[in-house]
């Protein structure tokens, strides 16, 4: 990621303002700021990208404001300048020792906006890192979008105190990408996988309950979407393991109906699995669920070859899984036999649990794995939908070699009998289908 702070320094005055109708702009240093007599200098400005460029908080709102039909905004690998007092569009700050959300934000309003996109951006006060008196580094600005009228929202880049206020009430689609922080790549944190060993030094207690909190409230901005896509450092990091949290930070998406989520899991998948069904928890009506699992130890580079390594490892064998699952064919080899496989075990945190989007509304499930072993944490997982799911239609795999389809085939069709009985009257078998990269 580059970060140059741009090499031209512009005036808004000085663009064609009453003709405008698209404002691209990549590497300016500064905007000048429009003059405050002008009441609508761009009437017909729709949309609006700044790309590697820094701006006083002030000087883009007034941009925003001035601009009555702006509906698309992209901000990308940006540094908003924030004024050094509580000034224009600063509400205040919050109690940095503590690891609640804060109730003060940076404000940013878009009243028009349908389509807005922040993807590498910093709030940034008098430095870049905000630390208090002994150095020690403080929790990222918090940050408030009032766009009222918005329809997707597109988000990648560290973890921060976030909110959508109020939340658009026809909002279709929200994108989140949470990437690590700086030197946390491939950073070890306690789970119940591990709970037999020591802490670390780079294990914080309270950074991780700070970033578990912020989490849960960054999601709950987007309780009125109908489709969410996530992706995580690691679902470990997400999961609320008590009640009584899950109490007090787990939302209600009650309008959602497809969940896309992708992160790493360590290998028993323990924790994961909690995450798993803390989102099952919050979605009642959900239809259509595609999850990407990633082995911890299959990607220690997180945030650098993380697309690489997903396109590499899909790859090599994905042409013989999908001509196993589609012709339903078994090896005649005795070691694929189900004598010589192990039968997946249940995973405690799902299977002893009663999830209301699995009993009346979860037809499309699709789970992309590495298949190491006819025990991980993806056939797990497969088994688990097979047997719970009673509504499922089709179910989608990709498991990345060529045992896949060898294993599936039998296995499914066990899990698939075991599930007959608790289906919903009238509810057909599903399908099993290869996914389509």
Not at 17 to 39: I, K
């Amino acid at each position: 990621m580059s970060w140059g702070v741009g090499i031209l320094r512009l005036s808004l005055g000085s663009l064609p303002s009453e003709t405008l109708r698209v404002l691209d702009l990549t590497g300016c240093q500064d905007l000048v700021a429009l003059s405050p007599a002008s009441a609508s200098p761009f009437p017909q400005l729709s949309s609006l990208r700044l790309c590697h460029c820094t701006a006083q908080l002030g000087t883009l709102q007034g941009l925003v404001d001035a601009a009555p039909v702006l509906t698309a905004v992209h901000l990308e690998f940006t540094i908003i300048a924030l004024p050094d007092d509580d000034g224009t569009g600063s509400k205040g700050y919050y109690d940095y020792g503590t690891c609640e959300t804060p109730t003060e934000a940076v404000l940013l309003r878009f009243p028009t906006a349908t389509v807005i996109v922040l993807e590498g951006c910093y709030w940034k006060e008098k430095d870049l890192r905000r630390r208090d008196s002994n150095g020690t580094e403080l929790p990222d600005m918090p940050v408030e979008i009032d766009a009222p009228r918005l329809r997707r929202f597109t988000y990648k880049g560290r973890l921060r105190p976030f909110s959508l206020s109020p939340e658009p009430l026809d909002l279709a689609r929200a994108d989140l990408h949470f990437v690590p922080r700086h030197g946390e790549v491939g950073k070890k944190t306690r789970s119940h996988d591990d709970y037999d060993q020591a802490p670390t030094p780079c294990c914080d207690p309270g950074h991780a309950e700070r970033d578990l909190v912020n989490f849960w409230r960054f999601l709950g901005s987007f309780t009125t979407t109908k489709e969410l896509s996530l992706r995580v450092n690691a679902l470990e990091h997400i999961a609320v393991l008590t009640k009584a949290r899950r109490i007090e930070l787990l939302p209600t998406f009650r309008r959602l109906e497809r969940l896309n989520l992708r992160g790493l899991h360590r290998p028993k998948g323990m924790t994961a699995a909690v995450a798993i069904a803390n989102l099952l928890r919050c979605c009642p009506s959900l239809s259509d669920l595609h999850i990407v699992l990633t082995l911890e130890s299959h990607d220690t580079e997180y945030g650098y070859g993380e697309d690489c390594f997903l396109e590499r490892k899909f790859r090599s064998d994905r042409g013989k899984s999908i001509h196993l699952l589609t012709s339903g064919r078994s090896s005649p080899s005795a070691y694929y036999d189900d004598a010589g496989c192990g039968e997946a075990a249940e995973i405690p945190a799902l299977s002893r649990l009663s999830f209301d989007c699995l009993q009346s509304s979860m037809k499309r499930v699709g789970l992309q794995f590495r298949l190491d072993n006819e025990n991980c944490f993806g056939v797990k997982l497969m088994k688990f939908f097979a047997e719970n799911a009673m509504v499922l239609e089709e179910m989608y795999i990709d498991g990345g070699n060529e045992k896949l389809g060898e294993h599936v085939t039998r296995k499914l069709e066990r899990w698939i009998c075991n599930s007959s009985v608790k289906r919903k009257p009238g509810a057909s078998s599903f399908v099993v289908l290869p996914i389509k990269r």
